[in-house]
């Protein structure tokens, strides 16, 4: 079946450390993102890649890496420089217009 | 700054009923909005896209209008089911198209009671 898998789906991060979030996705999308949810609140766009080896900081970049060696994954790195990571973490794709989304990792800080 | 607000942030109505979210925006100038819903724990599946030069669009029991003018989109779900709760948000992109030039509501929730 053609989609975006996200791992894990849990993800616990100890103080100091730096955690990946995977995404990965086969429907052929040039371009992908990463969206940050908060309870309550709206998404929040982190980074986001229209090709390989090329992206863009989104709105909120800051504590985060990402890299974009092939078309099909997106990882995301959360650095210790991100003091507040709690957060539900999408990954999308798009195909022209509409978005495409990975049923999320929720991360906690241990 | 765009801003995009929905309201109500939550509801709760019986089955069968008709039932009305709406989303606004503050900058008219938008290039098309679209709707989402999300289930707890997961991730967004998008239910309606609607260009800017269009007025509403419908899928099943689904009509979504447009506004553009006075900033304002309304999301009309008929004869409701349990299976329709979920939040639903609103997304509105001010650019060619590129989901880099989305800026998402808040989000309803919503919740049918059998």
């Known amino acids: 079946d053609g989609g975006i898998t996200q791992s894990p789906k849990y993800l616990f991060r100890k103080e100091g450390q730096n955690v990946t979030l995977s995404c990965e996705q086969n429907l052929n999308h040039d371009a992908m993102y990463w969206y940050r949810q908060d309870p309550g609140q709206g998404l929040r766009l982190i980074y986001y890649s229209q090709i390989v080896n090329d992206f863009q900081k989104g709105d909120i970049a800051e504590g985060y890496s990402v890299s974009r060696e092939k078309k099909e994954s997106f990882p995301l790195t959360v650095t210790s420089a991100q003091k507040n990571p709690t957060a539900f973490y999408l990954c999308?794709?798009?195909?022209?217009?509409?978005?495409?989304f990975g049923s999320g990792t929720q991360l906690s800080v241990l | 700054k765009q801003e995009v607000t929905q309201i109500p942030a939550a509801l709760s109505v019986p089955e069968g009923e008709n039932l009305v979210l709406n989303c606004s925006f503050t900058?008219?100038?938008?290039?098309?909005l679209q709707w989402f819903r999300q289930d707890p724990g997961k991730g967004l599946t998008s239910l309606l896209l609607?260009?800017?030069?269009?007025r509403e669009q419908t899928s099943g029991r689904l009509n979504a209008s447009l506004d553009k003018s006075s900033g304002r989109s309304t999301l009309y779900i008929a004869a409701s089911q349990p299976g329709d709760s979920a939040t639903y948000l609103c997304a509105v992109s001010h650019s060619g198209g590129g989901a880099d030039g989305l800026t998402f509501g808040k989000g309803t929730h919503l919740i049918i009671q059998p």
């Open positions: 900058d008219s100038a938008i290039y098309n």
């Open positions: 999308a794709s798009s195909s022209a217009e509409k978005l495409f």
């Open positions: 609607i260009q800017s030069s269009q």
